[in-house]
């Protein structure tokens, strides 16, 4: 049982790297906040996406290692980098790209590399989720 519990923790907290630490390293630059050619609106929202993200992981964090909130930190953790699958998924409906305004893109074997970030993440947090429920419905005899 401690295992499960080891790699619930390891689950969330890779994702919370990722989300709370490495995209706010990748877009607080010229590329994204202070990128020149966005409108100040959509500045704003990238600065409250970047602050609300890091605020949830900081909470999952909490949760998780001082509480031992598996449930509640994974499913935070998973809205977060679900949200951006699914965003990614849907950037046709709304004009949107992973790619910067040069036509480059940052990618890992030819794939962008949120979605293979976030897809690793989000594929841990659902076998968290399923530990989980296995350790919590177990039927007594």
Not at 36 to 50: F, S, Y
């Amino acid at each position: 049982m401690k295992d499960n519990i080891n790699l619930q923790k390891t689950a969330v907290t890779f994702s919370v790297v990722l989300y709370a630490i490495v995209v706010p390293y990748l877009e607080i630059n010229n590329t994204h906040v202070f990128n020149p050619d966005w409108t100040p609106h959509a500045k704003i929202h990238e600065v409250w996406q970047l602050i609300t993200n890091t605020s949830i992981g900081v909470l999952c964090l909490w949760l998780i290692w001082k509480k031992q909130n598996v449930l509640l930190s994974t499913i935070l953790s998973m809205l977060v980098t679900g949200g951006f699958l699914i965003a990614f998924s849907l950037q046709k409906l709304y004009g949107g790209s992973m790619k910067f305004l040069d036509g480059s893109e940052k990618t890992i074997f030819g794939l962008n590399i949120g979605v293979v970030g976030f897809g690793i993440a989000f594929i841990l947090l659902i076998f968290s989720l399923l530990m989980y429920r296995k350790k919590n419905n177990k039927v007594p005899r």
